[in-house]
């Protein structure tokens, strides 16, 4: 997966990012070994102050022109488009929050979790995504570099690494 994300005015991130399966089988395409999905998001933070609960508003894929290439065919599916309202709080080393999506295809309802700073950049995490739960550990050995593992229910796991900078 490949995820650029950036600020653009205060409060506003805009997003791109495109994952790419290999050895994906779909039987609505025989012969095909392998999926690319691109999409794109947008996310306002009201301005609040900072010991407020935090609210943010957004959308994935907002100009619902997700796109899923099957090989040299291609095909691009609309209408997937997500709207989000969430809100986060920061207690101590506890950081909770919850939202309520609507979507066509993705995530829809009601959603939240927690991550846990347990200290010397460890970070444990556990998140209801409106019809699973799903746990994590997210590690910085260094201000800018994250290391992840996650158990996505009922039976996947994701590894990640990013690299972030302010400009």
Do not use: C
């Not at 102050?49 to 796109?67: M, R």
């Not at 009601?110 to 746990?135: K, M, P, T």
């Amino acid at each position: 997966m490949y995820y650029a994300s950036m600020g653009v005015l205060p409060g506003l991130e805009v997003s791109l990012d495109m994952l790419q399966v290999i050895g994906w089988v779909d039987p609505e395409a025989p012969g095909v070994a392998w999926a690319m999905h691109r999409l794109s998001n947008i996310k306002y933070q009201l301005p609040l102050p900072a010991n407020w609960p935090q609210i943010a508003i957004g959308s994935q894929d907002p100009f619902s022109a997700n796109a899923l290439s099957r090989g040299p065919i291609g095909q691009t599916k609309y209408g997937l488009t997500t709207f989000y309202g969430v809100t986060s709080h920061a207690v101590g080393p506890v950081s909770l929050h919850l939202g309520y999506a609507r979507s066509r295809g993705f995530l829809e309802g009601v959603f939240g979790g927690g991550d846990l700073d347990i200290g010397y950049g460890l970070n444990v995490r556990a998140e209801y995504d409106g019809q699973q739960w799903n746990s994590g550990v997210l590690w910085h050995p260094f201000s800018w570099l994250g290391l992840q593992v996650a158990r996505l229910f009922p039976d996947d796991m994701a590894y990640g690494a990013s690299i972030s900078w302010r400009l």
